[in-house]
Every structure is written in structure tokens, then in C-alpha cells.
């Protein structure tokens, strides 16, 4: 029973923001954040020191393991960091009031079911607790695209990613439907059993349609096309929650279809990974070569760093497992830091040009220095933790054979440094606008940048949490071998 | 090889690891909250590490007493960089007589500098700087002192100019400081290029015959256990300098050795201001004068000395390059001399000085063989003194510069009465330096004039003891002009003695530039076989005493009174006289050829390729990523319709994929 409390903690604070919602002034609803935060902290805690690491529920279709205990912090740890940095934000505390949001009480419960939908994908062991729950994951993001109601790009953002979303989720159940036909099981282990045997075009289909799903969910070229106008539309707090969270439970869904589904079929899959990979990389990088929107340029960066990602299934499991964790958890970190400095500015100033920045190192160094390590450690640079992360993937494609995509992935990060490095030169080599005074930041936001760029730089430094998750993955992959 | 006892022995890695510790406190946490207590913990640090030097010569000269054989030692070491099996470079403290004394020198004048420092700097804005960069030179002297091997060496020696660089340039807002830390650093790093691939010649060659030489001499039974192939130890051994010796250098007709050798005394010519690397050195005088006297009088110049010293087996081998060693001693020690006695700077005669001395400590080097290695104990008793007396004469020309304001001599004056002890010292120091007897310089000038003659080499004894009397002419000519006579300049009028925390440690320099000379050295440093030179040569001491003397007086005639002797004479010389107070024009000749010829004929050109070819290979293929962007960013039409035929297409594409690798 126990395996499930950090769930039951984030439903729990879900619904009582929405009933203290009901009840409270406008002016005493500023508590909300602050409740959901605690609720989140109280789960990532009960989760980190009491929940034991195995175990199922339900009859099996709920377990608990050590890659989705791994992942159930990282989620909670985003949506966390996204609720600190949307404080701001929501209680109009900026120097530009952004226009058409608020309603905190919806749109922190919103966030808060959106992480346990995540918390249950990845503990899913069956076919329909699987989509129901990336469902439940999925469809509050709609939801906060489009919180800015009365803002056409907010609006457009929100509807073109529940086109798009609808479109991947038909194709997940439509090839969820051939599976079990296939299978004749929802259970995820006995589909895997039954489905070693010789190829199939029904199962080929099923294969196509499952796998273009998750390409959705993890931006994957071409099925990435919702990433670059839905980032730029949505609240720039979303976009942060998109970029990292979303992309979390995107890598969930993928270990769960490519180790636990398709597990045996993998392996032979080296080639497909290796084209999505290379593809995914270089479109992403060389089109944010051309943005001069900040969201729309992570958005693309985002992409990029997808790409990576996939490089991780290339090896085997017990090197990968660990390496795209501990990257994913470099990549939020990293992405959370520059998020939380776009946010900031955004605020601020209320805009989203990479040349308004410019000067930014002038009037508030300590901001444009964070903004730097974090671009830095995105772009993989040493000894900043992106640097870390990269190396762990790169090595892994280089010794499953794959120099030629290694030889990719290493220009690739030669652009991204261009890119990135654009950013940089407008906040420390152009001058300043026009005269220009610091802009002011808030305790809770300055907080949260100082403890993310603290994790950007450390974690490249200490090599204990890839140990960590090194160690503790392990465990998982000799059940995994079993089952 | 490790009989070493003692605990300082065993803990001699303290010696360079205080000062370390103490640029890291004193840096970062000392100096930006109190710039009083910076001087304090740094001068606190360097004392420690002097105790410390003192105590392991103690229990050195202990174990193995004073006229018998020294054997070189490495307490300590610990391997830093493993490249593969056989070659790895470590980390560690070499003890001989030369790193003792090396150590006593350094640490001594560098503690009394800290000291001398506290008052000089006092109040400047950049005080917790200045002793931040004062541990780190110091640390890195330390380091290059007790090497054990090359690479070491090679590591402390650049930071060594590092800091040095920094030191010069330490009044960064004044241009003239700030060109002056350039060009140090530039002429430095040159010569280091040459050092550099010595280096790299001597690892490389020294690695592969690394195995034959470990078969041959035994190695693990004699006692050279542990040797790596870029020790000293192992360097000047004999059986590796015969086999490398060996090796031939067709296109340059030399042996490998030869080459090697020429290239490292390339870089201890650029730190030890041999002609013509030497035009760092005067420029290098904008720095503080506390930084003069230790950097560029006592210890970082006398580098390039030691560094011979510590090849000296290697150098000696090659009997080419001893003798390029000698003959640029000497010739920039009589240079160096020549244009001393024109300068009006106080600091600039002192640096030529320096640069004089520094070529006498060279040319003792150069004369002496493996079989007759006097001049090897002349070398190391000159630097040895001379440490103490150049640095005392750059503490005492900074009180008066601290007193009068000004570094021009014709301004000062007069100041024996207002500054007496900066006077006797001063005085002290100048006759230490000409070669008086009892004083310290007397004897170890004395060792190098029989050592050069003793060896065969009339021509470099000649060359030496003109120097002798003309080192004596210029010294007392600045001891003259600015303790004598009246006031000339406001300053001087004003004058007044310099607080005791100045002068403490300049009466302590002048007791021990007047004692050390007594020290017989050939007892403590010796080479091979050892020495039955005692006591004083009268057939040499009485001539150089007596050149020296001359010298003296011919200054005390030109310049007591109101030195219209001195014009008249300057006149008589006619050119020659402006040549020399122009420096030869060595440096116009260094811009002439480095802007007219090297900037025109070979940067021009190799900046329009670096322009044209280089970067229009790099801005192409920025271009194209640029271009690709544009052409793929048209792909996000922003159509939901466009992005589910894409979606569909990647499915497809999936299947395709998967068809194609699977069946």
C-alpha cells in the first residue's frame, strides 16, 4: 500500500486547492502555491525516504520500481520548481502584468493532476492503466497552453496541441487495440512474452503507430511539430513545465514501450533509433539557429535535446538506463534554470525577444550569469553537468558502433554552442537598450535560480548521483531480465 | 638514493606548500576583509617556510657534513601524471647542496621582502593583491627549486613568469607598467619556447632510451629505483648522456645533446636576462621596488642560472654548449656593465648590475668541466652573496625612492644625513658588490676570477676583471651622487629615514652581506671530486682589489662636488657615450625587426590567409547552417493540417524503416 502514498499526496493536495479555491477571497489565495508546493515537497519526501523502492498494487498493474522511483522524483521535482517559478506570475507580482491569467487555485491543481497522471504512467504495467494515465498526463497540458484565454496565441497553442495531442492518442490506441488483438493480453509483460515470434505486418503497423505516439510526447522529428507554437503561445511558466515535465513523462512512455513492450524487438531497432536521433538533433539545432523568439529557440533546443536522448537506447540497458536518467535529471535542472531566467524577464519586461536581452549582464549580472551556465550546460560545455550527461550518451552510441551518429551529435553541439552562445553575446557584448536600471527579482524566484544553477554546476562536479542512479537501476534491469 | 631521516626531510614538501596555502587564504579569503591582515598572514606564511628551509639544511648538512660527499636526494615525491607504464611524471622535493641553498636564499630574502613590503605598500589600493601575488611567485620559485624533474621545473618556471608578469604590471592604471609586464612576459615566453622544446627533445629521446640505460647501469640495483625518464637523476647520468650524445643532428652537423642543451639555455638566457634576451629586465623596474629586489635581483633571475646549474652534468657533456654558456656570460656581463655607468634611473643602473652579475655567475658556469669544476662552487657562492647585497641595494634604493619621490639619482643627494642607516647599508651593500674585502662580494667574485683563469680561459679572466673595476665605478658613482653632495631635487630637501619595519630587514641583509663571504662554500657545494681551493688567491685578490679600488676612485673624482668633471668627461667621449646611454640601441633594433620585418613580411600575409581562407572556410559553413535553418523553418508552416501530415508521413517512415532493416 505504501507505494502508492506520494500519488495519493498529490491527489489529496490537488482537490483541496480546488475546494480552498471555492471558499477564499482573491486576496488570500496567494496560500495556494505555497499549499500546492508543500504537498509536492511532503510527496517527493514520503517518496525518497519511505517508499520502498519494489512492489506492486492492484493485482500487478500498479508496481513500483527503481527507474520509476528515479522518475517520480524527477517529476515531482519539476513540477515543483515550475510551481515556484509561476508564483510570480499568477500573483501579478511583475512589472508587467501579463494579460488574462490567474484563477491560481485551477491552474495549480491543473498542474498537480497533470504529475500524477506522470506518476502512474510510469508505474502502468498494463495497456489501459498505460494510456489512461498518459491521458490524465496529457490532457491538463492542453488545458495550461490555453490558460491565457483571452490572448489569441494562447488560444492557438492550446487548440493546435489538442488537434495534434487527439491525433497521437489515436494513434497509440489504435495500435494499442492491434497489440492486444495480437497478444491477447493487456498485461505489458505477457504482450512482450507473446509477441517474440517472427514479424507480422499487424504488429509492424502496431509497432509504427505506438512508437509515432511516443515521438509525440518526446518531440521526436517529424512528430515535433506542435513543440515550437505551442511553446511560444502558452504562459512562459507552462512552456518551462512543458519543456521539462512533458519530456520526462515522454521518456517514461518510451521506456516503457521500447524496454517493457518492445523490449526483445530493441536491439534490432538500432538503425531506426539512430536516423529519429540524428534527424531529431540536427533539425532542431539548425532551426534555432534562424529563431529570435526566446521561447520558440528553447523550444527548439528542446528538440535538439530529445535527440540525445535517444541516443541512450542504443547500448545496452545497463549503461543506457542510467545515462538518460541522470541526463534527464541534468536537463531539467539545466532547462529550469534558463526557464527560470526567461520567466523572470518575461515578467519583468513582458518580452520574448533574444535582443531584448541585450546589455542584461550589465544592469543584473547575477541573473545573466545564470542565464550563461545554464545555456552553457545545455550546450554540454565542461565541467557544467550538460557536459557530464553528454558524455555518458555519446559513449554509449560510440561503443554500440554508432560513430558515424556520435561524429553528428558532436556537431550538432558545436551549432547548439552557436546558438546558445547568441543568447550570451546579446547579455554581454551589446550594450544595454536605452538607460537602463537593474531590473528587480523576486525572493522566491532568486531562490529558485540560486538552487538550480547550484545544481547545474555540481552536478557536473560530484559523481555521486550517477552512482546513485547507477547503482539503483541496476536492481531494476536484473527484474526486467527475469520478467 | 632515499637515506634521507629526519622529519624535516621527510615533510620537505612543506617548504613550497605553505606559501601555496597562504596565496589561497590570503586570496580569497584574507584580503577582502582586511588588507592589514593580508600582509600579515602572507609574511607570517613565508617565515614559516624559511624555518622550515633552514631546518631541513640543518638536518642535511647533518647527515652528510661539510666536505664530504653530498649525494643528491628525493624524500618526497608523488606521481602526478601517468602518460603510460614507463613514463610517468612525479611530483616531489630533490635536496641537494644547490636546492639548499637555493631554499635558504629565497626564502630568506623573500620573508624580509614580506616584512620590508608591509611599510612600503602601505595604503596602496592594491595591498592584498600585491602579497596574494608575492605568495604566488614565491610558491612557484619554491617549486622550481626543489624540482626532481624537468617537467616540474618546467611548470614552476612559467609560473614563475606568471607571476612575475603580474608583479611588473602590478600598477596597471600606469602605461608604461603595463608595457613593461608585456614585454617581460612576451621576451620571456619566447626564450621559453626554446626551453620548451628542449624539454620535449629531452623527454622524448630520454623515454626511448630509457629502457637501454635502466639494463645498462642497473638501475633498480643502483640505487636510481623509481627513475623516471624526465628525472634529473637520470638526465645527467653519464651512461644516458653518451648514448644521447650519440645522436646526430644531420642538417645542423651537432650531436642531439648539443641541440637540446642550446635550446634549454635558450630559456635560461630569457630568465636570467642574457644578451640579447636581456631588454626585459631594465623595462621590468616599473613594479613595485620590494617586487625588484626579490623577483628581479634576487631570486627569478638567478633561475636561469640555477637551471644550468642543475644540467650542469648535461651542459658540461656538451662541450658546445658550456662554451655558448661562457661566452654569453661573459659578453653580457661586460655589456651590462658598460651601459650601467650611464643611467640616471637608480633602479635601471641596479638592473644592469643585476644583468652584469648574473652574466659573472654564467661565465663561471661556462668555464668549468667535469674536471675541473671550481667554477660550479663559484657560480653558486656568487649567487648565493649576491642575492643578499642586490637585494639590499634595491631595498635601499626603494627607502630613498619611498623618501624623495622620484628615481632619477640627479634629484636626489645629500641623504647620507637624513637617512643614515639607509646610507651605511647602502654603503654596505655597494662595497659588497665591488668586491671589498671583508665584505661577502669579495670572495665569491674572487672564486669566479681563479676559477675562469685556473681553467684555462685568460680571455673570459680578462673580460671579468675589467667588469670588476667597472662595477665598482658605477656602483659608487650612484652611492656618490645620492648620498652626497646637497639636496638637488625638492624630495631629496625633505627626506627623512625610513620606519624601522623598512629598515629592519635592510640592516639584517647588511649583516649578512658582510658575513657570507666567510662561508666556505666549497665545502657545502662541490662538484665530483672535491676542491682543495682555500682561503684567498693573493696573486688574483690583490689585482681585483686593486681594479676595484680604481674604480672606486675614478667615481669618488667625477662625481663628489658638482660633477662638472663628470660632463666633461661624457663630452670628451663624444658618440660613444650616447651609444652606450642609449643601450647599444638594442631595443630600436628589436622594433625594427619586429615591426618592420616580422609584422610586414610574415604577419601580413599570414593574417590575409588566417582573413581570407580560414574564416571564409568557417563563415561558409556558418552560412550554410544559416541557410538551412531558414530553408527548414519553413517546414513549421503553422498549419495543424501541414503538422498531421508530417506526423503521418514520420509513421510510414517508421514502417519503411523498420521494413527495410528487418525483412
Redesign the interface.
Known amino acids: 500500500m505504501s507505494i502508492i502514498i506520494p500519488e495519493l499526496i498529490v491527489i489529496g493536495t490537488a482537490f483541496a486547492i480546488v475546494l480552498a479555491d471555492l471558499f477564499m477571497s482573491e486576496r488570500t489565495r496567494v496560500v495556494i502555491a505555497p499549499l500546492a508546493a508543500l504537498g509536492l515537497l511532503a510527496a517527493i519526501a514520503v517518496n525518497a525516504i519511505h517508499t520502498p523502492v519494489t512492489g506492486e498494487l492492484l493485482g500487478g498493474r500498479f508496481a513500483m520500481d527503481p527507474v520509476a522511483w528515479w522518475f517520480k522524483i524527477l517529476f515531482m521535482t519539476a513540477a515543483l520548481f515550475t510551481v515556484l517559478l509561476s508564483i510570480d506570475t499568477l500573483d501579478g507580482r511583475a512589472g508587467v502584468r501579463a494579460r488574462g491569467i490567474g484563477f491560481r487555485g485551477e491552474y495549480y491543481s491543473t498542474i498537480l493532476f497533470s504529475v500524477v497522471g506522470m506518476m502512474f504512467l510510469v508505474s502502468a504495467r498494463d495497456l489501459a492503466t498505460l494510456f489512461v494515465s498518459l491521458e490524465l498526463a496529457t490532457l491538463p497540458l492542453f488545458v495550461l497552453a490555453a490558460w491565457r484565454r483571452d490572448d489569441p496565441r494562447s488560444s492557438e497553442a492550446g487548440?493546435?496541441y489538442v488537434?495534434?495531442g487527439a491525433?497521437?492518442a489515436a494513434?497509440i490506441v489504435y495500435g494499442f487495440g492491434i497489440l492486444y488483438g495480437l497478444a491477447g493480453s493487456t498485461n505489458l509483460d505477457v504482450i512482450a512474452q507473446r509477441l517474440a515470434g517472427p514479424?507480422t505486418p499487424a504488429f509492424?503497423?502496431a509497432?509504427?503507430?505506438v512508437?509515432?505516439g511516443t515521438?509525440?510526447k518526446l518531440t521526436i522529428?517529424?512528430?515535433h511539430?506542435?513543440a515550437?507554437?505551442v511553446y511560444q503561445g502558452a504562459p512562459t511558466p507552462v512552456t518551462a513545465y512543458l519543456s521539462v515535465a512533458s519530456k520526462a513523462a515522454g521518456l517514461a512512455f518510451a521506456f516503457q514501450v521500447l524496454y517493457r513492450l518492445f523490449g526483445g524487438w530493441v536491439p534490432?531497432?538500432g538503425?531506426?533509433i539512430a536516423?529519429f536521433a540524428a534527424l531529431t538533433m540536427t533539425?532542431g539545432n539548425?532551426?534555432?539557429?534562424?529563431?529570435h523568439n526566446i521561447k520558440r529557440f528553447m523550444a527548439f533546443s528542446a528538440i535538439s535535446q530529445a535527440g540525445y536522448f535517444l541516443l541512450g537506447f542504443l547500448g545496452a540497458a545497463d549503461a543506457g538506463v542510467p545515462a538518460m536518467l541522470f541526463y534527464l535529471l541534468v536537463y531539467i535542472v539545466s532547462n529550469l534554470a534558463a526557464f527560470a531566467c526567461i520567466i523572470w524577464f518575461a515578467n519583468e519586461t513582458g518580452k520574448e525577444h533574444i535582443e531584448d536581452y541585450r546589455g542584461l549582464s550589465l544592469t543584473n549580472p547575477l541573473m545573466a550569469l545564470a542565464l550563461m551556465v545554464a545555456l552553457f550546460s545545455l550546450a554540454g560545455i565542461p565541467p557544467l553537468s550538460g557536459f557530464v550527461g553528454k558524455f555518458f550518451l555519446f559513449s554509449i552510441a560510440s561503443q554500440a558502433g554508432y560513430h558515424w551518429l556520435v561524429a553528428v551529435a558532436a556537431v550538432n553541439s558545436t551549432?547548439s554552442l552557436?546558438y546558445y552562445l547568441r543568447v550570451v553575446r546579446q547579455m554581454y557584448i551589446e550594450p544595454p537598450a536605452d538607460p537602463a536600471a537593474p531590473l528587480r527579482a523576486s525572493m522566491s524566484l532568486s531562490a529558485t535560480v540560486a538552487i538550480l544553477s547550484v545544481g547545474v554546476v555540481t552536478l557536473g562536479i560530484f559523481p555521486m548521483v550517477y552512482d546513485h542512479i547507477h547503482a539503483t537501476t541496476i536492481a531494476w534491469l536484473a527484474s526486467l531480465a527475469q520478467g | 638514493m632515499d637515506g634521507a631521516s629526519g622529519w624535516m626531510m621527510q615533510h620537505a614538501w612543506l617548504i613550497p606548500a605553505l606559501p601555496l596555502a597562504s596565496f589561497a587564504i590570503v586570496g580569497l579569503l584574507v584580503s577582502p576583509v582586511s588588507k592589514r591582515a593580508a600582509g600579515i598572514v602572507a609574511t607570517l606564511a613565508i617565515m614559516a617556510s624559511a624555518a622550515c628551509a633552514y631546518l631541513l639544511a640543518w638536518e642535511y648538512f647533518t647527515l652528510y657534513p661539510p666536505g664530504g660527499k653530498h649525494p643528491i636526494l628525493v624524500p618526497w615525491s608523488y606521481e602526478w601524471l601517468r602518460y603510460q607504464p614507463g613514463l610517468s611524471v612525479n611530483v616531489g622535493v630533490l635536496v641537494d647542496p644547490i636546492s639548499v641553498l637555493l631554499l635558504i636564499v629565497v626564502t630568506t630574502v623573500s620573508s624580509l621582502v614580506h616584512i620590508y613590503s608591509n611599510a612600503y605598500m602601505h595604503g596602496d589600493h592594491g595591498f592584498g593583491r600585491y602579497f596574494t601575488f608575492l605568495n604566488l611567485f614565491t610558491f612557484s620559485m619554491l617549486g622550481l627549486v626543489v624540482a626532481p624533474d624537468i617537467i616540474q621545473m618546467y611548470v614552476c618556471w612559467e609560473l614563475v613568469g606568471v607571476s612575475s608578469f603580474l608583479l611588473i604590471g602590478f600598477y596597471y592604471m600606469k602605461p608604461s607598467a603595463v608595457s613593461a609586464a608585456k614585454k617581460a612576459f612576451i621576451v620571456t615566453r619566447f626564450a621559453d619556447l626554446g626551453f620548451l622544446v628542449g624539454v620535449i627533445l629531452l623527454s622524448y629521446f630520454g623515454f626511448r632510451l630509457f629502457p637501454e640505460w635502466s639494463a645498462e647501469v642497473g638501475a633498480a640495483t643502483n640505487g636510481l629505483a623509481g627513475t623516471q625518464p624526465v628525472d634529473f637523476a637520470y638526465l645527467n647520468h653519464p651512461a644516458f648522456l653518451a648514448r644521447f650524445s650519440e645522436l646526430h643532428v644531420a642538417f645542423l652537423g651537432t650531436s642531439m645533446l648539443t641541440l637540446a642543451m642550446i635550446l634549454v639555455y635558450m630559456g635560461a638566457a630569457g630568465k636570467s636576462a642574457m644578451f640579447p634576451l636581456h631588454i626585459w629586465l631594465p623595462d621590468a623596474m616599473e613594479g613595485p621596488t620590494p617586487v625588484s629586489a626579490l623577483i628581479h635581483a634576487a631570486t627569478m633571475v638567478v633561475a636561469g642560472v640555477y637551471l644550468v646549474a642543475r644540467l650542469f652534468p648535461a651542459f658540461a657533456y656538451s662541450e658546445t654548449a658550456a662554451l655558448v654558456v661562457m661566452v654569453v656570460g661573459a659578453f653580457t656581463s661586460l655589456f651590462a656593465a658598460i651601459i650601467g655607468t650611464t643611467q640616471d634611473d637608480i633602479k635601471r643602473v641596479l638592473a644592469f648590475s643585476t644583468l652584469s652579475q648574473l652574466g659573472y655567475m654564467m661565465l663561471a658556469l661556462g668555464v668549468c668541466t667535469t674536471e675541473y669544476a671550481a667554477g660550479y662552487t663559484a657560480s653558486m657562492f656568487h649567487l648565493f652573496t649576491h642575492a643578499f647585497f642586490k637585494a639590499l641595494l634595491f631595498l635601499g634604493a626603494g627607502a630613498v625612492i619611498h623618501a624623495v619621490h622620484t628615481n632619477s639619482i640627479w634629484e636626489m643627494g645629500g641623504l647620507a644625513k637624513k637617512m643614515p642607516i639607509t646610507h651605511i647599508t647602502f654603503l654596505i651593500a655597494t662595497l659588497a658588490i665591488s668586491g671589498i674585502w671583508p665584505f661577502a662580494g669579495f670572495f665569491s667574485k674572487d672564486e669566479i676570477l681563479v676559477s675562469a683563469l685556473a681553467g684555462g680561459h685568460p680571455l673570459v679572466f680578462g673580460v671579468a676583471f675589467v667588469v670588476a673595476g667597472l662595477t665598482a665605478f658605477y656602483m659608487f658613482r650612484i652611492y656618490f651622487v645620492t648620498f652626497w653632495g646637497h639636496g638637488r631635487g625638492e624630495g631629496a630637501a625633505h627626506a627623512h629615514e625610513a620606519p624601522a619595519v623598512m629598515w629592519l630587514p635592510m640592516a639584517l641583509l647588511a649583516v649578512l652581506s658582510s658575513v657570507t663571504g666567510f662561508i666556505p662554500m666549497g665545502e657545502f657545494v662541490s662538484l665530483g671530486e672535491h676542491e682543495a681551493h682555500h682561503g684567498i688567491n693573493l696573486a688574483i685578490a690583490i689585482p681585483a682589489t686593486a681594479v676595484a679600488l680604481l674604480g672606486m676612485g675614478t667615481a669618488a673624482f667625477l662625481y663628489i662636488g658638482d660633477g662638472r668633471r663628470a660632463k666633461s668627461a661624457a663630452l670628451a667621449m663624444g658618440g660613444a657615450y650616447h651609444v652606450i646611454k642609449q643601450k647599444f640601441y638594442i631595443d630600436e633594433l628589436y622594433l625594427f625587426i619586429t615591426h618592420r620585418i616580422i609584422f610586414h613580411y610574415i604577419a601580413r600575409p599570414i593574417a590575409w590567409f588566417d582573413r581570407h581562407m580560414v574564416d571564409g572556410g568557417v563563415n561558409a559553413s556558418g552560412w550554410v547552417t544559416r541557410t538551412s535553418g531558414r530553408v527548414l523553418s519553413f517546414m513549421q508552416t503553422g498549419q495543424v493540417q501541414t503538422y498531421g501530415i508530417w506526423f503521418t508521413g514520420g509513421v510510414a517512415f517508421v514502417i519503411l524503416i523498420l521494413w527495410c532493416a528487418l525483412l
Open positions: 487548440l493546435k488537434i495534434l491525433l497521437a494513434f514479424y509492424l503497423l509497432v509504427a503507430l512508437l509515432a515521438g509525440f522529428v517529424p512528430f511539430m506542435w515550437a507554437d534490432h531497432w538503425l531506426l536516423v533539425l539548425v532551426v534555432a539557429i534562424v529563431q551549432i552557436y
